[in-house]
């Protein structure tokens, strides 16, 4: 089909997600480069969609949840939309979309309330898929007859990060000449398996002192959860937790030269960004690196040859711990 006006990208979930749907935003403003592109995301993940070129306004479901029904509905109406693509299904969207007539209503045919509220269907399972979070996304573009395969290897030239705010000056002062600035990111919000605090140390300790230095990032409360941790090293590291808008961390982050965490969206931010980034994961469907490895030019990650199932029910996973510093360190050099 064709577009004409512009097309809402729904995506209410976490900045990794949302980062990793961003090659498909690109993928369509390819296609179709006149037509104005919509995001719908909560108001933390607006620097995420700020930052990038490929999208023409940020709408904030945050602000849409607040309004009385008829208001939801006009406030989606007056976008004008040709489509909505329903990249993370939540009912409340997709019953505004069909009130507010949208003609295309693209949703994966395995949740019940698209087959009342959309009408256009694509069958698809994330949970036990082979395919990476951001090709199972390209699915979702088959309505649109947008049917080019590309290879996950290229995807991140999609990304459009190119409207990344200038890094304040506070912040750019602590970025050293002369040696590689590294990020340590330890903490996931419960969103990955974690390496863990031990291996962190061991990486710090390991790390040559005349060629990196190390800062570390995290929320208020996790370096809360870390003060041990921050205060055993704070003479050989930078502690920037809780100090950082999403705004700051995103350019921080561009201008230092690798990150190295879990899968957690600064690991994505890292790679979008063009950093070397380092991702740690387990082994274990559906949080493999299949599915949610880093996409990006400098991007790569370690995982465990070893079939993992026995921590499925634990929250401590042995395959990941066992990842040694001197593997990260590798990737490092």
Not at 254 to 274: F, M, Y
């Amino acid at each position: 089909m064709a577009l004409n006006n512009s097309i809402l990208i729904s995506r209410t979930d976490s900045l990794g997600d949302i980062i990793l749907t961003l090659p498909m935003v690109g993928i369509i403003k390819k296609q179709f480069p006149k037509i104005k592109i919509y995001f719908l995301a909560r108001n933390y993940a607006k620097a995420i969609i700020d930052a990038t070129e490929n999208v023409d306004e940020f709408v904030s479901f945050d602000d849409l949840e607040k309004l009385p029904t008829n208001k939801q509905v006009e406030a989606i109406r007056q976008l004008k939309l040709d489509a909505i693509i329903h990249v993370f299904p939540n009912k409340l969207v997709a019953g505004l979309a069909k009130k507010a007539g949208i003609q295309v209503r693209i949703g994966t045919s395995h949740r019940l309330f698209h087959w009342t509220t959309c009408n256009a269907f694509v069958k698809l399972g994330r949970k036990n898929s082979n395919l990476h979070e951001a090709q199972l996304n390209l699915e979702l573009l088959n309505p649109l007859d947008i049917n080019i395969e590309y290879q996950l290897n290229e995807l991140y030239k999609y990304y459009g990060f190119t409207k990344i705010k200038p890094l304040p000056s506070e912040l750019e002062k602590l970025l050293s000449k002369d040696k590689k600035n590294i990020i340590l990111h330890p903490k996931s919000k419960g969103s990955a398996r974690e390496w863990g605090l031990e291996n962190f140390q061991q990486l710090v300790n390991i790390l040559p002192k005349n060629k990196y230095q190390i800062f570390v990032t995290g929320t208020q409360n996790e370096g809360s959860l870390m003060q041990s941790f921050l205060e055993e090293n704070k003479k050989q590291i930078i502690d920037l937790t809780g100090r950082m808008s999403l705004d700051e961390l995103v350019s921080f982050i561009s201008n230092t030269d690798a990150l190295v965490a879990a899968s957690t969206g600064p690991l994505h931010i890292a790679a979008a960004t063009g950093i070397k980034a380092i991702g740690i994961y387990a082994p274990m469907r559906p949080i493999h690196p299949g599915r949610w490895m880093p996409l990006g030019k400098n991007a790569t990650h370690i995982v465990k040859d070893d079939y993992c199932d026995d921590c499925r029910k634990s929250e401590v996973c042995k395959c990941i711990i066992d990842i040694t510093a001197q593997q990260v360190l590798a990737k490092l050099q």
